[in-house]
Nanobody
Framework: QVQLVESGGGLVQAEGSLRLSCAAS????????MGWFRQAPGKEREFVAA?????YYADSVKGRFTISRDNAKNTVYLQMNSLKPEDTAVYYC?????????????????????WGQGTQVTVSS
């Protein structure tokens, strides 16, 4: 079992920056691929970024967002720069257990086993 707690959301002006953190508790953080998703009102949850051995980004955030992790601190980060109003959403951290024979479906909600409660990011124009 893994518990995930996001923090770092807030209100920021367009072109500003925020860094989201996701602290994980439980077993063997290094054995999980980690991802960030977001959900705007009235829209489906969408992939933002993920990492396991490699990093992956949605086209809409490539070059502006950076995912990183510190396994010693059981924490994954999402550095968000050059924010736009369309980045406004609740951001969720998710963990996907690495198992033999299981591929990392990094951009698929169904590919993740555990989710945080989300943190609101609001970008004003």
């Amino acid at each position: 079992q893994v518990q995930l707690v996001e923090s770092g959301g807030g209100l920021v002006q367009a072109e500003g920056s925020l860094r989201l953190s996701c602290a994980a508790s439980g077993r063997s953080f290094a054995n999980y691929g980690m991802g960030w998703f977001r959900q705007a009102p009235g829209k489906e949850r969408e992939f933002v970024a993920a990492m396991r051995a490699a990093t992956y980004y949605a086209d809409s955030v490539k070059g502006r967002f950076t995912i990183s992790r510190d396994n010693a601190k059981n924490t994954v980060y999402l550095q968000m720069n050059s924010l736009k109003p369309e980045d406004t959403a609740v951001y969720y951290c998710a963990a996907s257990e690495i198992r033999w024979g299981r591929s990392f479906a990094f951009d698929n909600v169904a590919g993740y086993d555990y989710w945080g409660q989300g943190t609101q990011v609001t970008v004003s124009s």
